[in-house]
């Protein structure tokens, strides 16, 4: 089995972003649209990272599901994990089992948008006569 090197690049780039974002020692607060936007904000930026890491897995290990899902998380929590144990470090910034939580929540939801998009495109393209 040939690695797609260029199916990782967007997950370890989100990575970067993601890490670049837990470094700063303070970002806009998102809490003047409403309380808990920062718990949305973890979500749909977990959410992304989910859909890149799952989209590369999919590219590198096809036809087992169930084995790619396992990973995504695997690979999305630890990193989820990792980003607030490294936010803990970082001066006016904390880590918390909450943004944890919810960041797994968005690893989880892409898991399954994911699959609906990838069935929503193959049915179209039988549709269409192109498998």
């Given amino acids: 089995m040939k690695l797609k090197v260029l199916s990782i690049l967007p997950s370890l780039f989100w990575m970067l ?31 992304i990272l989910g859909i890149f890491i799952k989209f590369a897995f999919y590219q590198n290990i096809q036809n087992k599901l169930m084995l790619i899902n396992i990973l995504t998380l695997a690979v999305g929590t630890f990193f989820a994990y990792t980003d607030e144990y490294h936010q803990s470090f970082v001066p006016n910034r904390v880590s918390s089992l909450g943004d944890l939580i919810f960041d797994i929540f968005g690893i989880l939801l892409s898991l399954f948008i994911f699959d609906y998009l990838r069935w929503l495109i193959e049915k179209s393209l039988i549709k269409k006569g192109f498998k």
Avoid: C, T
């Avoid at 993601?18 to 959410?47: C, M, N, R, T």
């Fill in 17 to 47: 972003i993601i890490f670049y974002l837990s470094s700063q020692e303070q970002l806009p607060d998102v809490q003047v649209f409403f309380k808990h936007a920062d718990k949305i904000a973890h979500f749909g930026v977990y959410f």
